[in-house]
Structures are given as C-alpha cells and as structure tokens.
C-alpha cells in the first residue's frame, strides 16, 4: 500500500478516535463507525489502529477507561490483533503514571486467556511480542517494587502483585510458554535482558526487608529456564505409550542376533547399537548396564548346554562385556559413570534365579568374574566392588552344583593370556621356534582349546591379527628344503598341515571374510586357496579354476609317489604346490575309477596312502569333490561321496614319537571334512536337532509354532534363532515381515504387544534394512486396505507405531555407521525387494527447508524414497477432515513414537514429512494435539523450522478457542 495512503488512513483514524470520545460513543458505535474507515478485509495493524488508541486512551495522568473499551471491540471484532497491541504495551514507559499502569495490567488480565493469531501476518510477529510483553512486566515488578523513602504504597504493591499474576498466567498457559521458547531463539538478545532484569529483581528482592510479592522467585526462575523437553505424554489421547516394563525383551535376541551374525564384530559397532537401545527405550545408565548384562547371562545359560556355543558366549560375557560397558559409559559423559555402573550390579543382584542357575552350573561367581574384569580396566575400585561381591559370595556358597559342574568360563579366563603368548610367539623368528611352535600348536588342537582361543580373539577383536600371524606361519613353512635334517623336514610339514587346518577351521567358523582381506592384495597361497576353492553355503567354487593351475607332470609324480607309498617330500619343492597337485591327482583317480580302469580297493589304498602323514591333503581333495559334485546329476553323485567318506576313514601311520600329533590333526580334519559334507548336501533327517526347514509343513506352518515359543518365554534360544534366520533366507523379507506383524496383531493386552515389538525389532536385526524397507511397504495396506485396517485399534495400533519409529531408527544407525555396513552379513535375498522399480527416480520432490543442514547425517538411497511414500501416503490419511477414523489416530500415533524413540534426533526422519501433512492433522484432531508435540516436530534450531512451528501452534490455538466458542 502507498505511504501517502498509509498516512492518510492514519489520520483518519486518529480523528475518528478523538470524536468518538468527544460524543462518548458507545462500543457498537464504534464498531459500526470504524468499518466505514477500514478497507473491507483489512487489518487495523496496517494503520497501527493499536498504537491510536492506546496513544489517546493514556494521554492524561488517568487513563480513559472509554477509549480503551474501544480497544477491547476492536480485538475481539478481529479488527486489531494481539501481537499489535502486545507490542505497543511493551513500548509503555511512564511507570510514574501508576493508574496508567494498572489500567494495561488489567487490559492484560481480561484479554489475554484468549490469546490466539488469526492470520499469517500476525504470526511472525506474536513470539516476539509475547517477549517484548515479559521484559515489560518484569520492568513493572522492579518500578513497582523499588521503594522511596524506604517503604512502596498501596498501588506499587498492585503493580507488583498484577505483573506477577500475569507472568505466572503466561508461563502456565502451553501456547504461550511454547511462543516464549520460540522467541528465546529469534531473538537472543531481547531474552538475554529479560534474564538479567530476573536476576536484578530477585537479587532485589532479597535485599529488601519488607517484600509480599507471592511466588516471585518460582516465576524469576522459570523465566531465566525457558525450555521444553520431551514430553513423556506427547498427545492427549489415552495414554498406552507409558508402559512401565517390569524388564527389557529387545536386549537378549539382540545380542544373540548380533554374535550369531558377526562374532567378530567391533566393539564400537555393538556400543553405537546399544546407544541406540537406550535412545528409543529412554533407558537411564544403571538400567542399561543391568539389562546388558542380564541379556549375555541368559544367553550364556542357553550356550551351557550347546558345544558349540558355550565357549564363544563365554568369552562374550566376561571378555568382551566389560569393554563395551567401559565404551558407554565414556561415550555418555557422565560425572558418576562407576557409580552408575555398580547400581547397574545392585539392580542385577535382583535378579537371583538367572545369577543362581549360571553360578551354580559353573561353580563360580559370574558377578565377581565380571567386576575383577572391570576393576582390571581401571574403571571402577575395588572398594566399590567388594560390597557387591561379599553379598553374592554368601550365596554361591550354599548353591548346589550340578555334576559336574561345567569350567568353561574359568578355562575362558585362563585362555585370554594364553592368547596373548600365541600372538608373541608367532611373531619371533619361525626359523628358530619350529619345534617350540609345534608343540604350543598341538595343545591349541587338542579339545576345545582351539574354540576357546578364537573365541578370545573375536571378542577382542584380534581374530584378523590372529589369523594374520597363522597364515604367515603357513606361507612360511610351505618351503621343503631337502637340505635340512630329516627332522627339521617333519616338523616343517607338521608346522604347515596345522597351520593349514587351523585356517580351514576359522574359514568355517566365521566365514571368510576373516581370512579374506577388503582391498588386500590376498597373494599368500592360503588366501589363494580359501578364495577358488573352499567349499562355503551358498557360494559355489568353480572345480576347473584350480585345475588350470595343475601342472600334469607334477601330478604324475605326486600320484606316483602315493601309489608306492613314497615320501611326498621328493615330488615337489613345496607343500603348496603339492596341495594343489593333489587336486589333479583326484581328477585323475575319480576319471579312472569312473572309466573302471582302476577297482574300489585300489582307490581305497591310494586314498588312504593319501591321508597317511599330511591331512591338509584329504582337505583339498574333498574340497574339489565337493566343488565338482555341485555340477554333476544325481546318478553320478555315487563314486565322488564315497571318496569323500573314504578320506574321513584314513588311517594316519603309526607314530613312532609324539612329536607329529597325528591324532589331533586327524581329528580337526574330519571336523573340517563333515563341514564341507553338510554345507554341500545338508541332512535331511538329522541324528540331532537341526535349523533346517526342510519339512512336510509349510513353511508358514514352521515360523508359527516357532514365534509363539519366543513370545511365550521372552527371550531368544540359538535353536529358535538358527531356524528363524533360515525361514528369513527362505523365504524372504516381504514374506517374513508381513507374517509376523499379522502375529503381532492378532494379540489383544498391553503387556502381551509390548513383550512382541521388543521381540521382533530384535528378529528382524537378521536384516534390519530389508526388514525395514518390508516393513515400511507393508503400512500402507493398513492405512487403506478395508479387509485389514479393522485391525488398525488400540493397542495394536500403538504398537506397530512404535515397531515402525524403532525400525526406522536402527536402518538410519544401520546406514550411518559404515563398520555395520561393512561387517553384518545379508541374510536375505537381493531380489525380496526391487530396488530399481519399487520406488520413484531419485529426482522427487524436496520436501525439506532450505536453510537445513543436510551435511554429513542424512538419509539417502531406497529407506529415504520407502520413507517419503511413507509420508505421502499419510497425508492423505491427515487430509480426510470429515474422517474421522482409526487411521488418523494411527498416524498421530507414529508421529508420537517417532519423536519419544528420537529423543531429540528425529530432526534426521521427521525433516521430510509433507509441509501441509501436521496443518491438516491440526484441523482434523486438535483436540488430541499438544503444544510439545508440535514443537519436537519442527528442527527449531532453524528460522524456518522455527517459523513452521509457530504457524501449527497459532493453528492449534485458533482451532482450541473455535471450540471454545462452540461450547460457550
């Protein structure tokens, strides 16, 4: 509009004012006069209408009571807003005109539970306002209390007691307290005087003798603390989300997912995942740690009874365990980490049956293994310690062991420095220590030994160093120097068939990614071999790649040499070489029988003379059988299994000294042997319980019974674990997902549904992304399927909010962290989901402000696109207004969740929500909406965050006075 306008209107207005209170006009004169002066659809604030008034009505020593009813028309006819007439208030500053004053502060008192803004204009400028308004009350209290002549009258007193009441109205009213916070950041400046007029008056008030100005210092105190936190109750509909869980079921599957996956992972990686638990379940510190623990000692008491578990759960708890609970309490920061950690002990100490069942069947204290271990780090005292492990120590001692009880975790204890030797050892010169190194070999394969000490090394993360040095020592014993003396020779072969087992057996174990190096040069002859010929499930070798490499003539030889029963020593000039000729040989012996040119017995005697001395030998060959038996039918499987079974059958030479350990050698061979055979052709009727899905059931019929012994117990045993990730290889994400949510809500009690979302965000760490991204695509179905979305109640409704918020937050961890990305192994298939098809080009619609900082901690690729279809989709759930439905309060629903598991990060997730989804979720449910919610919707360390948050909350406001108004 034109100034000369602007002025001319101003001019009016200003003659309008003063004759109506010349002919004492009525406010319905007014009312009817003023429209003819104002534009139709124009706002007073355009003319400062507030200012004209205000300016006339306290002109005089008296206020003109008149004028200010005028005012008072004005505001409630919408023809001057709140924000205006705020501003003009807080310009007041003749304090020595006391009846002046007290007229505004009772202005302020009449008009203010009606605070709201009715336009865009309006709602840029109503925060600072409101601010503007509480420097000017505080400086009424301080011009009200100061006293002359040492004593304050009646009406400074009135002041005082006024601008307290009102602030105090101001604070407890959410709209305003929330306008307040808003403006704190707009205007950083004006909030700092406010706090420093807080700090004069209470230091004032303190000085002053005679004072009764009631509640000052709660009202100086919440002004100088202008802040919001996390609400625990974020909507006003029924509270379902304040669960009070007795205990945690997300932390035991979850670690028992995590190790079962990856047992070499980092510590950081499983600290980073734990941080996370904490941030969605809003853990304290000593409930964290007493969780933690809980959850490897009840894994630990499922792997007492299972072999092949038992040591690395062991070695988990008590070597690993301690470390990670060193890095959360450092990564937490906090001022009393120790102590919160022995509160963490003193909370476990509650939980007697667990600690009973594990002490008595180990005939130890696992508390006290636990803190010795901690006290070793320098992290917590012993002082500290000893009252935790006096009043456990009087229970173990009148526990009942079983018979035996079993020693893996004192064998755990004493492995570790046994480890540290081994990795010393290895690193002398191997020329000097054969011998010595020979027999520190034998005892690590005698038993379990070796078990243990990989278990050791992949908690410590050491299993990389570890193989490193082992497969240095096998590149260095490969050489045959016929030089040497007849012994030197032996204990070379010997040194090199060990180390050559100890590789296949960690291959098997932990697959090769710990043998294998990312972006190494992999040019050892080990590495070499692991890669073209190790037989692994699911990755098919290729059989002729590693016979191109054969040389015929040295394959001639070295059948030769098997044939009469010769030393294999005089056929090549290492055992590398002769571990690949030996591959050649096979072909040739399987060819022959094949054509009948040799007969059963001789190829018993030459496989036999095979594995007589050097059992990495029988390891190649069957490693090729099995490469070549992936390719061959059915009908000519018959003669390869048999020279497979045969080469587990042989007979090693009798030992003429101790000093080759034939038998333990033997006896890791046929372990490595047996591997291949299952991973090649797995049982089908097993002598003992197998994972494996191979059924006459269906295979929905396998996951059911399955799911319902994991909910009924509230934890995750290994077996259910094994048979849970082959249904999720199986069958796919899609298909897994959808299948256990249907389960989850078919349950109808609280408690029930709580237990089942901790159990499946846990199940579906098997493949957190694709399980997410499953997950993700699976809600619109019951947003709008109609067969379905009658599920879609409370309190199913609420849980599958809070599955969906604690999902999306652990692929966001997943997809930040590069070590998960790097280490977690897929269990799905790559086509469950078409990446390429599902989702729209990457070219869409930026749904995020500008001024966001985008650097570093986005979301990218397909959990970003299933993310912002997501959105979409619930916009137009928000967008229904005449709907009323179960949908809506499912989406209201999410947003809670995803703030209260965010805790102050949801910035990263909720950035991309549609900007018209919350306005109409306002006008749809205001009654449900709170002030809190809206603001931990919005990044509001941002201008446009800041700015889209006070638009929903004026709307919030409007719609609650629209109400209002109604009822009246």
Same mark, same amino acid.
């Given at each position: ?53 205000? /300016? ?17 028309? /004005? ?19 003749? !304090? ?263 002490? @008595? ?32 120590? @009087? ?146 070798? +290729? ?71 050097? !059992? ?45 350990? /034939? ?31 191979? @059924? ?64 499946? !965000? ?55 962290? +590069? ?10 298939? /790559? ?73 102050? @990060? ?63």
């Amino acid at each position: 509009m034109e100034p000369s306008k602007v002025t001319s209107k101003t001019s009016s207005l200003k003659s309008l004012v003063l004759k109506a209170w010349g002919e004492r006009w009525t406010e319905i004169q007014w009312g009817i006069s003023i429209k003819s002066v104002l534009p139709r659809g124009v706002s007073g604030d355009v003319y400062n209408l507030a200012d004209i008034i205000l /300016s006339q009505a306290l002109v005089g020593s008296y206020p003109n009571e008149l004028v200010l009813s005028y005012l008072r028309h /004005s505001l409630n006819c919408q023809l001057v807003s709140y924000a205006a007439i705020l501003q003009r208030i807080s310009k007041y500053d003749k !304090f020595h005109k006391r009846s002046c004053v007290i007229v505004l502060l009772d202005f302020l008192e009449s008009t203010l539970h009606g605070i709201t803004c009715r336009g865009k204009p309006e709602e840029s400028v109503l925060p600072g306002a409101l601010l503007s308004l509480v420097d000017w009350l505080l400086t009424c209290i301080r011009s009200g209390h100061v006293p002359k002549n040492g004593t304050t009258n009646r009406l400074e007193d009135r002041i005082a007691n006024k601008s307290i009441q009102i602030l105090e109205y101001l604070l407890n009213n959410d709209f305003v307290f929330a306008m307040l916070y808003l403006a704190k950041h707009d205007d950083a400046n004006l909030y700092l005087i406010v706090v420093n007029k807080c700090q004069e008056i209470s230091q004032d008030v303190q000085n002053s003798i005679d004072t009764n100005i009631p509640h000052v210092h709660s009202v100086l105190i919440q002004l100088c603390n202008i802040d919001f936190k996390n609400s625990i109750k974020l909507t006003a509909m029924e509270s379902v989300t304040t669960y009070n869980e007795p205990i945690t079921y997300v932390l035991q599957p979850l670690l028992a997912i995590r190790v079962m996956l990856n047992p070499t992972a980092e510590t950081q990686v499983l600290v980073d995942k734990l941080k996370l638990i904490r941030q969605i379940k809003g853990y304290s510190n000593p409930r964290l740690y007493c969780e933690l623990i809980r959850a490897c000692l009840m894994c630990l008491r499922d792997s007492l009874s299972k072999e092949d578990h038992g040591p690395q759960w062991g070695a988990f708890t008590f070597i690993k365990l301690p470390h990670i609970i060193k890095h959360l309490c450092e990564d937490s920061k906090s001022f009393k980490a120790s102590e919160e950690v022995i509160q963490g002990f003193e909370m476990l100490l509650e939980m007697f049956p667990l600690l009973d069942f594990i002490d @008595s069947h180990t005939a130890c204290s696992s508390i006290e293994l636990l803190l010795n271990e901690l006290v070793k780090l320098d992290f917590v005292t012993e002082n500290q310690c000893s009252s935790i492990i006096n009043r456990r120590a @009087s229970v173990v001692s009148t526990l009942n062991s079983p018979k035996p009880p079993s020693n893996v975790l004192t064998i755990i204890m004493r492995t570790e420095p046994t480890l540290q030797r081994m990795l010393r050892t290895f690193d002398s010169e191997y020329s000097k220590i054969q011998e010595a190194l020979v027999s520190v070999l034998s005892q690590v394969l005698t038993g379990k030994s070796l078990e243990l000490i990989l278990a050791a090394a992949s908690v410590e993360g050491k299993l990389r160093m570890f193989v490193s040095k082992v497969i240095k020592c096998n590149e260095f014993s490969k050489q045959i120097n016929l030089q040497d003396t007849p012994k030197s020779i032996c204990t070379n072969a010997v040194l090199f068939d060990m180390t050559f087992l100890m590789l296949c057996f960690i291959t098997q174990k932990y697959g090769h990614q710990a043998i294998l190096t990312d972006g190494g040069s992999n040019d050892t002859f080990f590495e070499k071999w692991c890669r073209q010929c190790m037989v692994e499930l699911g990755n098919p070798k +290729s059989h002729e790649t590693i016979m191109g490499e054969c040389d015929p003539n040295k394959v001639e030889a070295l059948l030769t040499a098997i044939d009469n029963g010769e030393e294999l020593i005089n056929c090549d000039s290492s055992w590398d070489q002769i571990c690949i000729s030996i591959i050649g040989a096979t072909h040739d012996v399987l060819v022959a029988w094949e054509n009948s040119t040799l007969s059963s017995n001789d190829v018993k005697r030459i496989l036999d003379s095979m594995g007589s001395s050097m !059992f990495c030998l029988p390891i190649c060959a069957a490693a090729w059988l099995c490469s070549y038996m992936q390719v061959l039918h059915q009908d000519a499987l018959l003669k390869p299994l048999n020279m497979v079974q045969q080469l587990l059958n042989v007979i090693p030479e009798p030992e003429e000294n101790t000093e080759t350990f /034939s038998q333990c050698r033997q006896a890791l061979m046929c372990r490595i042997i047996r591997k291949m055979q299952q991973d090649l052709h797995p049982p089908t009727m097993p002598s003992k319980p197998s994972h494996s899905i191979v @059924s006459k059931d269906s295979i929905l019929e396998q996951l059911i019974p399955i799911w319902e012994s994991i909910l009924e117990e509230g934890w995750l045993n290994i077996k259910a674990a094994q048979k849970l990730k082959t249904t999720l290889f199986t069958a796919g994400s899609d298909w897994f997902v959808n299948n256990l949510i249907k389960e989850m809500m078919k349950l109808q009690y609280r408690d029930e549904l709580e237990k089942a979302v901790d159990l499946l !965000f846990a199940i579906f760490h098997f493949d957190i992304e694709f399980c997410t991204l499953a997950l993700l695509e699976l809600m619109p179905q019951y947003l709008f399927n109609p067969d379905i979305n009658v599920e879609l109640i409370e309190p199913q409704q609420t849980a599958l909010a809070k599955l969906c918020s604690y999902c999306i937050y652990a692929s966001v961890e997943f997809q930040q962290n +590069s070590m998960v990305k790097n280490e977690v192994l897929k269990t799905t298939n /790559s086509m469950d989901i078409d990446i390429d098809n599902s989702w729209p080009p990457n070219k869409i619609m930026r749904l995020d402000n500008g001024d966001c900082d985008n650097t570093g901690t986005g979301i990218n690729g397909t959990l970003l696109r299933a993310l912002v279809a997501l959105f979409r989709r619930i916009a137009v759930v928000a967008s229904r207004h005449e709907q009323l439905c179960r949908e809506t309060h499912f989406v209201l629903r999410l947003l809670e969740q995803l703030v209260m598991c965010g805790r102050g @990060s949801s910035q990263i997730i909720l950035k991309h929500l549609p900007p018209s989804l919350l306005p109409n979720l306002i006008r749809c449910v205001p009654e449900l909406f709170t002030v809190d919610l809206i603001l931990n919707l919005y990044d509001l360390n941002w201008p446009s965050g800041r700015k889209a948050a006070t638009s929903d909350l004026c709307l919030l406001q409007k719609t609650r006075c629209a109400k209002n108004t109604e009822y009246l």
